[in-house]
DNA sequence: AGCTTCAGACTGAAA
DNA sequence: GTCTGAAGCT
């Protein structure tokens, strides 16, 4: 499968990042030695207005004047809104660097947060870059990294064992399914998938069950269920994504000592992508650094990020928090990034433009030397007799992708963006179509995969035999003939006996009590004989023992599989000396220690690596819009923009989703270095029926001279005849009138193709009917574009 | 017990 | 149109 490039750079580059020097580094607030390297060692830097004054210092030579200054800012909290393609992330590291060069910390007072391990891989490759001195001890990391890290030096104050597991969202709702079955919880009512959003995004609020409100039986309910899933978690000694900072938070909260200590060694706090935190995060920061006035105010913030490109408020990020912070601290600096290193200005122009129709934004206004570049081109995909409007965009886009490479473009610098997944299809046979190679993001990662995670189940039953999702997962995997039957009295069992249910095992009879033993009996043997062996060894074993490598030898397709296991094998073998930790596994269970299987299994959660389908071969990128955040490209080609897609017709109920929708469509038109290409489909196939679809609201908000409008000159393909060639649209075409045709919902129509229909429904924001049709069933029509009669 | 079929969903997604 | 998850069949 070609995974060994992925996991060989993910688990040595981030070596160190999470679980470096654990112990050592802690309650040992003494300095690294000097951190200076003599020769980089920069002059005075006098406020640092000019870069000319420090032209001798390699650290800031090359900075613009807003970069210098967010380099050199006093120790004070500070706020830097920094736009897309300004240079973010060097000003982050530069910072970093410069306060180390300068002595104003050693490398132990800094702590820099990110959202991706990417991100912060990438923090830390840059800063061994720029500095002599060990960045592998350093905090650098994600929210849930750092946490975890934290979390394992505090395991006994956070009242969990050494060796705690984490839960990744696929656990997490297996812990609830099972919750639910065991107390009865009705799943009609309450879905497990509700139950886990709900609790999900109580923690991410700060809040345990008994500081949400109850204000009605739905939620006594659920706080019911939520408090159950607090004490299994802990019971078996695991936590989820959201235990991991609101534990944190707590723990220095409840502990004075621990939080004095961490808030006089952490001098320098620096948030990648501030507008992207959600409250939890923000109050483990506030916990963290000390919010002024209180009993003791430690470091200095550096929030970094960009309110137009917040995107994910629906995972519970609040732009908010940039505010909250400026009011909460008394910021005094701003610092804003508005010079872009990436496009010329027509792609700049319709950037501004377009976030220009927000409202609620602290302003900022993007800016470039580089001169205008090429202009933006719009692409409107006209269906014919044979093919809707996605196909024929799908296949434009695809031969200009094709002149392209003919002209020397590199592949891997196009991106085919998108706003939902569903897209990808189209565009992907149309490429498959003319053989040109393409990678879509968006895939299942690698440890996400079921051969992996069965696998995993097996590790952590040896790791901690109380893991109950883990046996659940695999206690009949490969099949060795246990039921739900069985389970289903197994669990009874263990809940009156207050147990594990593999300390459950020895109360079954008959049969099917025998083949379980078995299995736990296997699981003993496997704990036992695996002790002393390198981890590599240990993941061979299990493998091998457990039934599940010989399981996918004999499934005829499962050939990826074994691959992925193999795989997996040569992560653990290279996982320990990437940690810099003693590669033999001991798993004591009653140890202070956590063993390096442990650590191996925290990685696999907190790091589930590349969500990319294909192997990272060659190739036009195809992702979604949300996906591509941080990425930049030569040409980029944004489709599907049409009322009801992009802006999606979930987002337009009210002003903040319209709102986010345009600074998903700021982000994507951000992408592009050289070349921007936006395109809508008159028709779309979406959900297995046509929808007649008005071009985007977004489209309209676009200066005149930065855009060209074109239709297509010829066949997209051989076997796509002539797109009708229509004259240029206006700009400013005009929109339907809401109550065009005087429809309503029961109206029978008459439409020149489909026939006789009747109305549905209608959503006049959009201008859309949906009919269903005598003859050609159900569909969703753009008034402005289908004409539909009313008929008596 | 395990496989097959059928209904229903379907914006976005890091750790 | 295609994937997931639960009920039905052998």
Known sequence: MGCAGILSVRFSAFSGGVFGEMGGDFYNPVMHTSPFDPSAFPTATEGGEHQSNLSDSPLLANLNVEQLAAVTLPAEHALVLAGAGSGKTRVL???????????????????????????????????????????????????HGLCNRFLRAHHTLAHLPAGFQVLDVQDQLSAIKRLCKQFGVDTERYAPKVLQGFISANKEDGLR???????????????????LYEEQCQREGVVDFGELILRSYELLRDHASVREHYRRRFAHVLIDEFQDTNRLQYEWIKMLVGAPGGESSGGCILAVGDDDQSIYAFRGAR???????????????????????????HILDCANALIGHNRERL???????QGTGEMVRVFEATPNGQHSGDFIEAAWIVEEIRHLADGGWPLREIAVLYRSNAQSRVIESALVQVGISYRVYGGLRFFDRAEIKNALAYLRLIENPH??????????FPPRGIGLRTLEQLQDVAQSRGCALSDAASALDGRPGRIVQTFVDSLHEMRSTVQGLRLGQVVERVLDRSGVLEHYRNDREGADRVANL?????????????????????????????SVLALFLTQAALE?????????????????????????????????????????????????GLEEERRLMYVAITRARSRLVLSHAQTR????????????????????????????????????PMASSRQPVAPTAQRPAQDEAGLRVGQKVFHNHFGEGEVLRLDPQAGHAQVSFTRHGVKWLALAIAKLTPVD
Request: hydrophobic letters at 40%; glycine letters at 8%; a negative charge.
């Open 608 to 656: 589930a690596g590349d969500n990319t389908a294909q192997s990272a071969q060659e190739g036009v990128q195809l992702m979604t819009v949300h996906s591509s955040k941080g990425l930049e490209f030569d040409a980029v080609f944004l489709t599907g923009l049409e009322e009801g897609l992009f802006p999606h017709d979930n987002a337009l109920s009210d002003r903040a």
């Open 93 to 143: 590291t530069t910072r970093i660097a410069w306060l180390l060069q300068t002595g104003q910390i050693s490398s132990s007072g800094v702590l820099a947060v990110t959202f991706t391990n990417k991100a912060a891989r990438e923090m830390v490759a840059r800063l061994s870059a720029m500095l002599s001195l060990r960045v592998q001890g350093m905090w650098i990391g994600t929210f």
């Open 209 to 227: 069950p008994e500081a949400v409100p109850a204000k009605d039986l739905d939620t006594r309910k659920k706080l019911e269920v939520y408090r």
């Open 319 to 345: 732009v908010g928090n940039m505010f909250d912070f400026v009011r909460e601290f008394g910021v005094q600096h701003h610092i804003k990034l508005e010079e872009n290193y990436r496009s010329g200005s």
């Open 685 to 720: 196939m979406l959900h297995g029926q046509t929808r007649y679809n008005l071009r985007s609201r977004f489209l309209d908000e676009l200066p005149e001279h930065a855009v060209r409008w074109i239709t297509a000159r010829k066949a997209a393909s051989p076997s796509a």
């Open 467 to 476: 893991d109950d999702t883990s046996f659940l997962r695999v206690v009949n």
């Open 566 to 594: 193999e795989e997996l094998v040569h992560a653990a073998e290279g996982f320990a000396a990437a940690e810099g930790l003693d590669p033999i596994v001991h798993t004591d269970l009653s140890s202070e220690e956590p």
């Open 363 to 369: 302003g900022k206004n993007l800016r470039t030397s």
